[in-house]
């Protein structure tokens, strides 16, 4: 089973007010008892914690800064210990509630974080920004508490199947029989001007190279790799001030920003090549976008079918949008010479 975006931006109430919130666990619920799943992958943000800078008081004060004090406020060990307790008890509520407990208990879980597990946008926002203090600790605490939750593990001490044990990134890989699973980092080393660094990218082509004898090897791509180019709109928004338009960071995101096309087409590449050379199916899961979609590659004989997730909590975007999404991606995309990619009816 796959699920992406257990979880809203604002006011997440964890269904004590919302009886739809958990509506698609309950649903997973009936049919693991019915045919037991043997793997539960998880495809980024498991937990929203976008609240954290609305429930975190060091954080709110923060907000009232003038641009340079916040750039250069410290991030004290109080500070730290409130962002970290926000995390931990989030973990605990949101994983402790009725219909998602038993679920977590009984299925093994393969688990990706994205930005949402941090906070909204991460890795898209300005470098300044970025690396000031308080971004960086508030950081620091997401990152030890996913390791926790969401890996069973410490941040600096992975275990096998992790790229790196240091984390560094947080990409695994491992192969059930002949099926392999394979999740690149596309948040640890972002920046505006990249997804991945150069050493994600040295470990994903070996990564690869290791389930060779796979028959069918799923690829976890937090951020859908085939999606409809919405390049034109980031650059119709791009001069607006940071933080003025609910979807600046979200368009930077996507495999198909200008600022990412590059990486984009490496990316594409590399999983045609091995399904060429390796004669093994190569499917994409993906989540993030809230709409269920189909998508292909293709070069030649060679396809790369990927399927995107609606979000097992997060509502649908308006039908307006979706009709957009609809109608825009009826028209097929040239991803490089000979390499075309189109979205698919469901």
């Given at each position: 089973?796959?699920?992406?975006?257990?979880?809203?931006?604002?006011?997440?109430?964890?269904?004590?007010?919302?009886?739809?919130?958990?509506?698609?666990?309950?649903?997973?619920?009936?049919?693991?008892?019915?045919?037991?799943?043997?793997?539960?992958?998880?495809?980024?943000?498991?937990?929203?914690?976008?609240?954290?800078w609305r429930d975190v008081p060091q954080l709110v004060a923060w907000q009232g800064f003038s641009w340079r004090a916040r750039l250069n406020a410290r991030f004290s060990a109080a500070d730290r210990e409130a962002v970290a307790d926000y995390?931990?008890?989030?973990?605990?509520?949101?994983?402790?509630?009725?219909?998602?407990?038993?679920?977590?208990?009984?299925?093994?879980?393969?688990?990706?974080?994205?930005?949402?597990?941090?906070?909204?946008?991460?890795?898209?926002?300005?470098?300044?920004?970025?690396?000031?203090?308080?971004?960086?600790?508030?950081?620091?605490?997401?990152?030890?508490?996913?390791?926790?939750?969401?890996?069973?593990?410490?941040?600096?001490?992975?275990?096998?199947?992790?790229?790196?044990?240091?984390?560094?990134?947080?990409?695994?890989?491992?192969?059930?029989?002949?099926?392999?699973?394979?999740?690149?980092?596309?948040?640890?080393?972002?920046?505006?001007?990249?997804?991945?660094?150069?050493?994600?990218?040295?470990?994903?082509?070996?990564?690869?190279?290791?389930?060779?004898?796979?028959?069918?090897?799923?690829?976890?791509?937090?951020?859908?790799?085939?999606?409809?180019?919405?390049?034109?709109?980031?650059?119709?928004?791009?001069?607006?001030?940071?933080?003025?338009?609910?979807?600046?960071?979200?368009?930077?995101?996507?495999?198909?920003?200008?600022?990412?096309?590059?990486?984009?087409?490496?990316?594409?590449?590399?999983?045609?090549?091995?399904?060429?050379?390796?004669?093994?199916?190569?499917?994409?899961?993906?989540?993030?976008?809230?709409?269920?979609?189909?998508?292909?590659?293709?070069?030649?004989?060679?396809?790369?079918?990927?399927l995107t997730s609606s979000g097992i909590v997060h509502h649908p975007p308006p039908r307006f949008v979706a009709w957009l999404f609809d109608l825009l991606g009826r028209k097929s995309s040239i991803v490089m010479p000979g390499v075309r990619?189109?979205?698919?009816?469901?």
């Open positions: 089973a796959y699920t992406a975006c257990n979880g809203y931006e604002e006011n997440d109430c964890f269904g004590a007010i919302d009886p739809e919130r958990n509506e698609r666990w309950r649903h997973l619920r009936k049919q693991h008892a019915r045919s037991p799943f043997n793997i539960l992958i998880q495809g980024g943000d498991q937990m929203y914690a976008d609240d954290v995390y931990f008890d989030r973990y605990c509520r949101l994983w402790g509630q009725p219909d998602l407990a038993p679920i977590l208990a009984s299925i093994p879980s393969l688990m990706m974080w994205d930005d949402h597990d941090i906070f909204d946008g991460w890795g898209s926002h300005a470098a300044a920004k970025q690396r000031c203090p308080v971004f960086q600790g508030v950081w620091s605490a997401a990152r030890e508490q996913f390791a926790l939750f969401q890996l069973a593990s410490r941040p600096n001490d992975l275990p096998a199947g992790f790229g790196d044990p240091r984390g560094s990134h947080f990409g695994w890989v491992y192969d059930l029989g002949d099926t392999g699973v394979i999740a690149p980092d596309l948040r640890s080393q972002r920046t505006r001007r990249q997804v991945m660094s150069e050493g994600g990218w040295h470990w994903l082509v070996a990564a690869l190279a290791r389930l060779g004898h796979c028959r069918h090897v799923l690829f976890v791509s937090t951020v859908p790799v085939l999606n409809i180019n919405l390049s034109l709109l980031e650059r119709i928004i791009a001069p607006l001030p940071e933080g003025r338009h609910f979807y600046q960071d979200d368009l930077r995101d996507q495999w198909r920003s200008h600022a990412h096309r590059r990486e984009w087409r490496r990316l594409v590449g590399h999983l045609l090549d091995f399904c060429r050379c390796n004669d093994t199916r190569v499917t994409i899961l993906s989540g993030e976008i809230h709409l269920g979609a189909l998508g292909v590659v293709e070069q030649s004989e060679t396809r790369i079918f990927q990619m189109r979205m698919l009816p469901l």
